[in-house]
Every structure is written in C-alpha cells, then in structure tokens.
C-alpha cells in the first residue's frame, strides 16, 4: 500500500496497545510518524506525553473510513 502524506490512516504506533487515527506527517522505508487525531481515553496519557506524534510500521496501516475512537 501506498501511504500518502497528508492522508488520515488508522495505525498501531510502536510502544501502544490500541490503535489509533491521524493524519500522515512523514514517511519513511518501513515506518510513519502520524498526529493523533482519534484514539482510545485509555491511550491519552501516551499520546500526550508523546505530543499526539507518534511512529507506526507502515505494513501494520489502514484507510481511516470512519470515526471509530474518541479524541
């Protein structure tokens, strides 16, 4: 799959244990750096501390198609 920047994907980032939503910012050989748009509450304490940028493997990546998680 192609990863556009500027596109919305819906992505496991490194270190999480749910799934979040954001917008591409950089791509890389293997990975993506996303801003958190959408993610679990659960989630918000790492997201925070990671200043809603986060890396994630682009083989682990989907289409964002609709508002699945809670900002």
Partial sequence: ???TIGKKYTALPIGFRRKVTGTVLNVYENTVVLEVEEYEQD???LVVEKQHRVVAL?????EAKRKEMVA
Avoid: F, H, V
């Fill in 58 to 62: 682009k083989n682990e990546m989907t």
């Fill in 43 to 45: 989630d918000k304490y």
């Fill in 1 to 3: 799959m192609e990863i």
